[in-house]
Every structure is written in structure tokens, then in C-alpha cells.
């Protein structure tokens, strides 16, 4: 069975800081991995995800993230928060066959 | 082109009442998929449609669930005997193929049993 920890429920950054949301992950085979942002009152979008080709994968919104095997991790980054990146974001597993698994989320807020 | 939408956005109900949840999935995909989001969780899982057929209702939490999907397009979540504990966002997404492909998520129904 696959499993998904996001570390942090709420994230607090300045306009402008580096953004890190953490996200390790379990799985017994090769796993699909994914991260979904969530606007108020609006559907999960996907930001990006991770298809056992580049480690490292680029986004929407200049958000990335990098699978890491030995550390069995799938952070988010982004270089400088923007105001409007304030919202709910979920990281997902998903092996063979299987539908997503998804983490409990992290609210990232952004300060001016 | 549209997205996935679902009606209604609310529903409020009593307690023991049955209700229905709608889902139009994006024209041509052939998978679908249902959710279930309470209060500070993710999503989690409860049945997943390849055209007509169910080919995963593991997520299911009991009998007084069950959703039907029977032209292999629009699909309903019906829920019997309602619960306060089934109070939830009930979200609705679809991918073109199989699971391993993006899902595209709708707004979700809101879900508050009195």
C-alpha cells in the first residue's frame, strides 16, 4: 500500500522567501507522485508530477520539485512566494493500478 | 473546453434522508473518480469508474454508499441513510485513460447532514 507524509500542516513565508513544502512518500513498486494546489471554494489543480523520467520536474507557476529514491522524498520548491500562492497544497502517490493516495495538506500562507 | 463540474455545489439534509451527487466528467475521458475531503484531510479515495464499469470500489466506507456511472459519462454518488459523520466535500474528477494519468478535479459538493 502506498502512503504520503506531508510535514507541516500550515507554512508560513515572506513575499519574495524561498518556498519549501516537504513531502516523503511510501510505496512497494515504482510510484507515481504528484502535487495538487487548492484555492478556496475551487477544484484541486495539478502543479506537477513525477512519471519515473527527469527527477527534477517543472511546474505551473514556477513551482518544481525533485524526486529523491534514497530519501524516499518529493519536495516542492518555488524561488520567490507570490501573494497568490497562498493555498491548500496536497502531495499524491499512486502505483500500478492504483488510484491517488493523498497527504493531509499544507497551508502556505504568504505575508507582505 | 468545459471542465469537470458537479451538481449541486451544497447539499444539506437530515439525518437517515438519501442523497444524490452529481458528476459530469470532461467530454471523452473515460475514467472517473470519487473523493471524499472532511475538514483538514486530503482526499481519500471511494470508487473509481473505466467507462460503465467500477474497477475499484475499494474506498467505499459501506453499503450505504454506492455510485453508478451507467453510459459511461455522467456519473452519480448516492447516499443512503445519511449520517452527521458523512458531512464532507464530495469531489468528482476524471483522466482520459487510467489512473496513472492526470486527474482533473471539479469544485466539489458540500455535503452537511443536520
Known amino acids: 500500500a502506498q502512503s504520503v507524509t506531508q510535514l507541516g500542516s500550515h507554512v508560513s513565508v515572506s513575499e519574495g522567501a524561498l518556498v519549501l513544502l516537504r513531502c516523503n512518500y511510501s510505496?512497494?513498486?515504482?510510484?507515481?507522485l504528484f502535487w495538487y494546489v487548492q484555492y478556496p471554494n475551487q477544484g484541486l489543480q495539478l502543479l506537477l508530477k513525477?512519471?519515473?523520467?527527469?527527477?527534477l520536474v517543472k511546474g505551473i507557476n514556477g513551482f518544481e520539485a525533485e524526486f529523491k529514491k534514497s530519501e524516499t522524498s518529493f519536495h516542492l520548491t518555488k524561488p520567490s512566494a507570490h501573494m497568490s500562492d497562498a493555498a491548500e497544497y496536497f502531495c499524491?502517490?499512486?502505483?500500478?493500478?492504483?488510484?491517488?493516495?493523498f497527504g493531509k495538506g499544507t497551508r502556505l500562507s504568504v505575508i507582505a | 473546453g468545459a471542465g469537470v463540474s458537479q451538481t449541486p455545489s451544497n447539499k444539506v439534509t437530515e439525518k437517515g434522508k438519501y442523497v444524490e451527487l452529481r458528476c459530469d466528467p470532461i467530454s471523452g475521458h473515460t475514467a472517473l473518480y470519487w473523493y471524499r475531503q472532511s475538514l483538514g484531510q486530503g482526499p481519500e479515495f471511494l470508487i473509481y469508474f473505466q467507462g460503465t464499469g467500477a474497477a475499484d470500489d475499494s474506498g467505499l466506507p459501506n453499503d450505504r454508499f454506492f455510485a453508478v456511472r451507467p453510459e459511461g459519462s455522467v456519473s452519480t454518488l448516492k447516499i443512503q441513510r445519511t449520517e452527521r459523520g458523512d458531512s464532507a466535500v464530495y469531489l468528482c474528477a476524471s483522466s482520459l485513460n487510467g489512473v496513472r494519468e492526470t486527474q482533473y478535479f471539479g469544485p466539489g459538493t458540500r455535503l452537511l447532514v443536520l
Open positions: 499524491a502517490v499512486s502505483a500500478e493500478g492504483t488510484p491517488l493516495v
Open positions: 510505496s512497494s513498486v515504482p510510484p507515481y
Open positions: 513525477y512519471t519515473s523520467a527527469a527527477t
